[in-house]
């Protein structure tokens, strides 16, 4: 699990293909601290496994299944990372709970300044806006940020100077991908409530029979 506080931006060191899977190597500092082989690291708001290490760098493989459920395949040689190791029990949560399991990609439609801040309007098809509420937490590239307010296809969020200078959201441009996961309650809900309603149906029908 992870909270989305990115704790540093790394920088992608290689890029490795092997048939569908990606390997990714990338240069950081505060986030090889006591990181063992086998860890977990959002990468991106991403939950990638380390599976070799350097003094100095990590790197993550990438199945098919997340290359195409994230903008992992648009990364590029130099390209910085929002870097967050997994949350220890016991430490304060100062963002919201997240598993780094992307539930798609939104596109940045606009960007504008808001005195020194930055307000970002991201679309997302409509089988993830579902998940999307007025004032509810949403994590962008794996930063943990509320909701500004919501459109049909689309939601605005508010960038404090601080998040421009300590995550990747300050360098986003209009049309750039950006990995969007919601919040789990919301999908826990969605869920139960179907698997009520399907109930219900079931025994409807064998009242029926």
């Not at 992992?72 to 430490?91: D, F, M, P, T």
């Not at 049909?152 to 049309?175: D, N």
């Not at 750039?176 to 999908?187: A, Q, R, S, T, Y």
Request: charged share 25%; with cysteine.
């Amino acid at each position: 699990m992870f909270t989305g506080i990115v704790e540093e931006m790394g920088q992608v060191a290689a890029i490795r293909q092997t048939g569908e899977v990606y390997s990714l190597t990338i240069d950081a500092t505060k986030t090889m601290e006591d990181l063992k082989i086998g860890d977990s690291v959002a990468v991106n708001g991403i939950c990638l496994t380390v599976v070799s290490m350097g003094e100095s760098a990590f790197t993550v493989e990438v199945v098919p299944e997340t290359v195409r459920r994230t903008n992992v395949s648009r990364l590029a040689l130099g390209r910085r990372v929002n870097l967050e190791r997994a949350l220890s029990l016991g430490k304060r949560l100062g963002g919201h709970l997240l598993s780094g399991h992307i539930d798609g990609v939104g596109e940045v439609k606009s960007i504008q300044g808001e005195g020194e801040g930055k307000v970002i309007r991201i679309a997302a098809p409509d089988r993830m806006m579902r998940y999307v509420i007025e004032k509810g937490s949403i994590a962008v590239d794996g930063v943990s940020l509320t909701v500004m307010d919501v459109e049909e296809e689309s939601l605005r969020i508010a960038l404090i100077p601080h998040t421009l200078q300590v995550t990747t959201l300050g360098e986003l441009q209009v049309g750039d991908l950006v990995n969007l996961e919601f919040d789990l309650i919301g999908k826990y809900v969605e869920k139960l409530l179907w698997r009520g309603e399907e109930s219900v149906l079931s025994t409807s029908r064998k009242g029926r029979d």
